[in-house]
């Protein structure tokens, strides 16, 4: 089993649509939960940190993690055809003299204009 | 201000060669790491830099993989007698320092193929 799950899509939505991707991990020790965005051939370019459990809001996009369950969450808002890409979940012990990213598989989405 | 950089954007080699990947990491940051994403995949760490020396190289797959980053800015990634199973897409990322709230910043990454 790999430490951080993601569904690798492709998730396909309409424009304007509220899209939500996921991600759940079993190392409790995770304590920064990152989310980045890739688009093709290009390398990935960070949206979302936030440190331990709660909620992060930036524009159109908000972060969600819950710890009790080993689970985080994107939301993007108003989708539009340029969010077109594939989304990456990443998180970090830090702190604990590790300092590596763990990423998931990325979950490709397609939004449709 | 610039971001990560990194040379070259592709390299094509043959089996067994020797390649050099070069990362160059935004000015001032201390940190610096290298991951390596094949098709389909997420990155998978390889190995971190704090100042000139390699702090953590647990994921280097084996020997002929090697790093050094002399002076604490620019990175290198050296690979030997190269293997079709290298290929994939070299990512380099940089961070302020290695503290908490520090996050990392990835460069567009050179893409090995081995033939």
């Known amino acids: 089993q790999k430490e951080v799950e993601q569904d690798p899509g492709p998730l396909s939505v309409p424009e304007g649509a509220i899209v939500s991707l996921n991600c759940t991990y079993s190392?409790?020790?995770?304590?920064?939960f990152m989310w980045y965005r890739q688009y093709s051939r290009k390398g990935p370019e960070l949206l979302m940190y936030?440190?331990?459990?709660g909620n992060k809001e930036d524009g159109r996009f908000t972060a969600q993690v819950d710890k009790s369950s080993k689970y985080i969450s994107l939301f993007i808002r108003d989708s539009q055809p340029s969010d077109s890409a594939t989304y990456l979940c990443?998180?970090?012990?830090?702190?604990?003299?590790?300092?590596?990213?763990?990423f998931g598989t990325g979950t490709r989405l397609k939004v449709l204009a | 201000g610039a971001g990560v950089s990194q040379t070259p954007s592709n390299k094509v080699t043959e089996k067994g060669k020797y390649v050099e990947l070069r990362c160059d990491p935004i000015?001032?940051?201390?940190?610096l790491y290298w991951y390596r994403q094949s098709l389909g995949q997420g990155p998978e760490f390889l190995i971190y830099?704090?100042?000139?020396?390699?702090?953590?190289d647990s994921g280097l797959p084996n020997d002929r993989f090697f790093a050094v980053r002399p002076e604490g800015s620019v990175s290198t990634l050296k690979i030997q007698r190269t293997e079709r199973g290298d290929s994939a897409v070299y990512l380099c990322?940089?961070?302020?320092?290695?503290?908490?709230?520090?996050?990392?910043?990835f460069g567009p990454g050179t893409r090995l193929t081995v033939l």
């Open positions: 190392n409790s020790a995770f304590q920064y």
């Open positions: 990443a998180m970090s012990e830090k702190g604990s003299g590790t300092y590596k990213y763990i």
């Open positions: 936030t440190y331990s459990s």
């Open positions: 830099f704090q100042g000139t020396g390699a702090a953590d």
């Open positions: 000015s001032g940051h201390t940190a």
């Open positions: 990322a940089s961070s302020l320092t290695l503290a908490g709230a520090d996050t990392q910043y």
